[in-house]
């Protein structure tokens, strides 16, 4: 299922590629922002120790073979604004998680839907998945926009499945079938 290395995407105005060190600015910029940060996991980081950190767990998780974490680049520029992942594979049901983030300064400009689009994509043809999810922290309106745009399907709420910044919260739980993906 997963090459040596990460594949790079191309998309109308983005590459997705691998994270770098090179990236730490960006990483930094993207995770320490409190805005990014509302509806996930993570705090919003510190300093850019923090940010090489998160560049080095994407590298271990790819070389564990337990996710693929992209970086959202221009392609006029070559800088991140923002990353996007497929992870949490089931191997036997062919089924992953999506997950993603852009940096605030770029929101509203289309970038989560064409990225997504790309995994999504992705994921289907190259990885032969059959079934893409992603849970959405109730209140995320503009993220369920997203997956709705390109055809997602919101299947229901999973109460108290995540952890985050200490409290147990719902996930609006969004998939889309491999035989679905006509509608992209």
Known sequence: MFNDKIEILRTERLILREIVNEDVNEIFEIFSDE????????VPIKDTNTALKFIQRY???FDDKEEIT??????????????????????????????????????????????VKAITEYGFNKLNLNRIEAFITPGNDASVKVLKNLGYTQE?????????????????????????????
Not at 93 to 112: P, Q, V
Request: glycine share 10%; proline share 0%; charged share 40%.
């Open 35 to 42: 805005d990014v940060a509302e509806y996930d996991w993570f």
């Open 156 to 184: 229901g709420i999973v109460r108290e499945r995540d952890l985050i910044k200490g409290k147990l919260e719902d996930g609006i739980i969004m998939a889309m079938l491999n035989r679905d993906m006509k509608k992209l």
């Open 70 to 115: 992209w970086g959202i680049a221009l392609k006029e520029t070559n800088k991140l604004i923002g990353i996007c992942c497929l992870g949490d594979f089931e191997l036997d049901s062919r089924r992953a998680e999506i997950g993603y983030d852009i940096k605030k300064t770029e929101w509203n400009k289309g970038y989560a839907t064409e990225s």
């Open 59 to 61: 590298k271990e998780e």
